[in-house]
């Protein structure tokens, strides 16, 4: 009794997605084989009721042929009626006619019943009698059957074979329907609900079924198994890859294309300076947190994660939280087909900017070091310069009377001559200063000059003889000053310093400006020196790459950092007939500061 009603409870259950159609599936088939069935047994039956009347007929023949031949021949009429009437009330029998076969006008005729048009079964038994040895025929037995009986028998069978199998069928669906649900449908429902609010991200207890278990594991078993098993797996993955996240080794995060960032790791949000609160509020967004002259950059970025699916390293900045900017290394890729989310791998470049910065400095000062006599002597010009004029103009002033007519000239020049000494210590002192970087705009043949007069005592103690051809009228260049000015001194020292290996030759260096092929600034080092080497001539670029032995080789891993970092390009060739020419290209005015640069020098 509780289970009709807990299974009339659950009929919505049942009957709702392949319960239905189950259940609609199983009345039909069962209908059609219980028709099918059904007809077989009703054309049985219908062959065994007309074969039941032609057996009849047969008795009826062999039973009355002998008592009917008796009264025709008497011509008892009352026992031949009695007989017809016999005859008529044995079963689907309608009519009976037993008619004398004698030639006169009004023979005998006795029937009963009544008679039919077209009657389905009509027999006529000759009624003979043996007279003195021979048969004489004395009448004719008609008898006519009906299906009346027969179809209505039919039609009784049909209905009750038809009503008790439809409710048997509908009974027997019903229970189908049950056991399977029971069985099978109830626990899909079950793993549905549970896949539905699955989370694979926290720990889940593994899907039971809510049944007794069967003694050997069914298809169910199987498919919870591997249901658990497939969860296992997803959790493994999540956990593996939230590792990775969560490592904080290197700044993550996860965002759409249009630059909203979604989910970050600790290490990214320390590295702009943001807490989870802002990313919760969505104050994360790519385009805020990038300095505008990186977003040209990020555009390109992002076509290229479109185009390839990702996107290789580049160096950009990024505003932290408190206006400050960061240098990062970035580089990502889409996750999905689409490229609806996005992982960019982001690492904080402060300490290699400030490690760069300390070995450039440290270059800087290496030169400014092998340049004393250099400097000394630069120096030193204007001071003696100096102490000359002051000496004749306190000459002229201890003249009686003092003649200052001819004192303050001379007193003028020992200022000119004191501001030109002090000039040349500022910028020594600017061009040994640890300064952050400044890009200024700058007339690059004045930047040249000014460093050369530094090196002409180091040029004429190697007998190298130095010619310049500066283009006039060149473009301006923004840059920073002391840094160009460093790679020009580190080519030119290259240079003095490859020469005075060869000891026969002229040592000649030249340096010259003009205007690039491309739109800007080109500027050659060139000298008759040794040349570069055959072998890979570029790695004289790389860091530690020397030759000499008090060299550190830094010089041009630097200069190329620079002139990179001004969005230029340098490079050596050979030169004619030996020697080597190093090569700088740099972009004119606003385009150079759209390049990468080191955050401090
Ligand atoms: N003008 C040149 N001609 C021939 N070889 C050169 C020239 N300039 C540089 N090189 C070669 O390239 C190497 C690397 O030069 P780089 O300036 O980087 O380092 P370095 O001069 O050896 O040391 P430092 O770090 O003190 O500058 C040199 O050792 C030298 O072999
Ligand atoms: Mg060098």
Known sequence: M??????????????????????????????????????????????RDVGAIDQRMTEIDSGYRQSLGDGLWRMDERQLRLQVEGILRLPDIRYVE??????????????????????????????????????QLLGVLVVEATYDRVYRRLLDTAAVIMVGQAIKTFIV?????????RLITRHLTAMARLLGKYDFRVSQVPLLLDRRPPRSGDELDHLVEAFNQTCTRLQVAYAKERRLVDSNIIGVL?????????????????????????LAAGRLRRLELTPPEWHDRDDRAVVEMRTTGTVQPFEKEYF??????????????TLDERGDAVVIFVLDLTERKRAEAELTHANRVATMGQLTASIAHEVNNPIAALLVNAETAVRWLDRQPPNSEKAKPLIDRIVSDGKRAADIVRRIRDFSKKAPMRKEDLEINEAILEIMRLTRVAASEHSVSVKTRLSEGLPHIFGDRVQLQQVILNLIMNAIEAMSEVSEGSHELLISSGKADSDGVLITVSDSGPGL????????????????????????SICRSIVEAHGGRLWATPNEPHGAVFCMTLPIGEKSIKSPEPSSV
């Open 2 to 47: 509780r289970g009709a009603t807990t299974a009339w409870r659950s009929l919505p259950d049942l009957l709702g997605g392949i319960g239905w159609r189950l259940l609609v599936r199983v009345l039909f088939f069962s209908s059609v084989i219980t028709l099918l069935l059904s007809l077989m047994e009703l054309y049985l039956d219908y062959r």
């Open 98 to 135: 037993l008619r004398e076969a004698s030639g006169q006008a009004a023979p005998l005729v006795v029937t009963a019943g009544s008679r039919q048009a077209n009657p389905p079964v009509r027999r006529e038994f000759k009624i003979v009698y043996p007279n003195r040895g021979a048969e």
């Open 173 to 181: 669906s019903f229970f189908i329907l049950l056991i399977v649900h």
């Open 254 to 278: 996860i965002g759409n294309p249009d630059g909203h960032v979604q989910e970050a790791n600790q290490a990214f949000l320390r590295i702009v300076g943001y807490d989870q609160a802002d």
């Open 320 to 333: 932290r939280k408190d206006g400050s900017r960061v240098p990062v290394l970035i580089g990502g890729a």
């Open 533 to 556: 080497p055959e072998v890979n001539p570029d790695r004289i670029f790389e860091a530690f790459y020397t030759t000499k032995s008090s060299g550190l080789g830094m010089g041009l």
